[in-house]
């Protein structure tokens, strides 16, 4: 780089454009080079890239967008049996201990030893994925959660979210910090968080209804695959006359296991708004779902207790 001194100040005000522009160029390539790794990708490096890509139109936007989407799919199964994991709450659980998700048969399947005898009840509770020993009490579970909060775990910090809007787990109830924390999840990656906030706004908690913003958010966290979202998308399309917009949203959020947009969907049909080929074809996108989800090890979990209920 020239010696500024000795430039006038129009070749000054170049030389650093020129200087700005190769500082620029050499990020550009150390993200190309990171979004090209095949482990675990770093959230914060693609939101990056995507930020870059938007301003100056380059063709990295759609290399980040579609490592955020593999990373989104990838995270749908469950890392034990594989399987797709249930969009219901009841039908999948996260593990404090290293946040891996799993499916509710898997987080209570039977462990046996070599000879095939059933180990005893302390190793029943232990974490199915990594083996952790259970907490042993709620104070446990909620420090070893802060630990993975403090880690950067995009799943601990939703919860803990999640925790400060209901004030439950011994948080104090607290909007403005629980969306904090959904902005926080949802930039490394968790596009649940999005749907969160996009609430938020719709309903105006912790914030002033914005139906802009809602919708913005929404369509943010369908992008990323959160059925809830999808639906609340079509509620608003809804609700503004759309009733077209609405049924393609609709229609999508079945597919994805939202298994009360059902409801609405049969609603649009008596109201004429939907045709008899629409709810068949919803029930068939929903049958699919089921078809994928479905295994006796989560069976037995169900029966075993309605808190372990998959769809």
Known sequence: ????????????????????????????????????????????????????????????????????KEAFEEAKDCPICTLRLPSLSTGRRCMTCCGKEVCCGCACAPVYDDQGNLLDIEK????????????????????????????????AIYSLGCYHHDGSHGCVQDCIKALELYHRAAELGYSDAYTNIGYAYDRGKGVEVDKKKAMHYYELSAMGGDEVARNNLGTMEKNAGNMDRALQH????????????????????????????DTTKALQLYQAYLDEIKSDQRDKAAAFSDVYRYY
């Open 1 to 68: 780089m020239p010696n500024h001194r000795l430039l006038n100040s129009r070749q000054r005000e170049l030389a650093k454009k020129l200087a700005k522009k190769s500082d620029k160029e050499r990020r550009r390539e150390k993200l190309t080079k990171q979004m090209k790794r095949e482990d675990d990708p770093d959230w914060a490096v693609l939101n990056e890239a995507i930020a870059i890509a938007k301003q100056e139109g380059e063709d990295l936007v759609k290399t980040a967008c579609v490592k955020k």
């Open 250 to 277: 609709y229609m999508m959020a079945v597919r994805d296991g939202y298994h009360m947009t059902l409801k609405r969907i049969k609603d649009m049909y008596t109201n004429g708004h939907a045709t008899k080929d």
């Open 124 to 155: 029943q509770n232990e974490c199915p994925f990594c083996r952790a020993e259970a907490p042993k009490s709620k104070e446990e579970a909620m420090k070893r959660m802060k630990n993975r909060v403090e880690a950067g775990d995009a799943n």
